[in-house]
């Protein structure tokens, strides 16, 4: 059995940025409710969710060193698929010419932490390079008139790249959980716009953080003590800090990006990641721990050492 260690990254952000005052020009909101209540300031809006995959996933191939017909699966992690049939990650293989399978998953925003785990179980099984790109257009399934969820989403990519290392494996601990008897909290049926019981959210994903994280965390054999650096969902910045709070990791040690990139479900611990190694926040021997939550109820940690 050999070891999966993450070799690159790279992220794809649309150009367009949406402000807040660019939302209170036209929806009964202002950027003082929207701060306070959620620390985003500004998201991007654009692009398709294969586009911005096909973008971040060159990305990381490119900063990993590794051709993409040498990749044996690509994962496309993500809640704003292009149809039911084909997977959107067709077009992200086609697009990038990986050698190899192709297929989505959607756990919503867990989605990359669900699928950092799967490809540690390929990896495991035998593959020596897996892609998994977490990608979002959140801003075709929002309602631009409901302004409860106008102002979270944001649309984004952000990839890594996974390979077969003969040393110890990267991923310490992880958990999944779901609990299918919340799935009316968050939802969009086929066609249809985003719906979202925000306060039930809000409380269950605090609970879920927490509870997944501890669970991960010693599973690993740690303590959040051993957290050097807490890259969560980025779904409300209050989640955040009342997650890091309970776990008592102080701000020095977590990541907040949603200020510039707002709620990009299943593409926010990637760009958030990203972040941290860009701005070297993120080094060679790390703890790192990823904890997303989402519509399903689906939750999701992962402690990895980098
Ligand atoms: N601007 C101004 N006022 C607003 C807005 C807005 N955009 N949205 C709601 N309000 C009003 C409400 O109508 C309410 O007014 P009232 O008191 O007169 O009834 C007041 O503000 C308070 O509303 P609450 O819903 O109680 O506000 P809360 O503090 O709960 O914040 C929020 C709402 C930001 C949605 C929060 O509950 C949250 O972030 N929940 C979690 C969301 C989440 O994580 N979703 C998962 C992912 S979303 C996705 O996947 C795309």
Redesign the pocket.
Known sequence: MSGARITGWGIALPDKVVTNED?SAR????DA??TE??GIKERRIGGTTSGLAVEAGRAALARAGVRPEDVDAVILAT?TPEGIVPGTSAAVQEGLGIGGGAFDLNA??SGFVYGLVTAHGLIATGARRILLVGSET?SKI?DWDD???????GDGAGAVVLEATDGPSELLGWHLGADGSLRHL?YCEHGGY?A?N??E??RH?VRAVIESSLVALQRAGLTPDDVDLFVPHQ??A??IVAAAERLGIAPERYVVTIDRYG?T?SASIPLALADALETGRLREGSTVLLSG???GMTWASAVLRW
């Open positions: 939302l929806l009964d909101t202002s409710w929207i209540r959620t809640t919503a925003c959140l929002t302004r409860t969820l106008a102002v979270l989403v968050l985003l979202m925000g306060k959210i809000f994903a779904a409300n209050r989640i709620n479900s939550f989402g519509g």
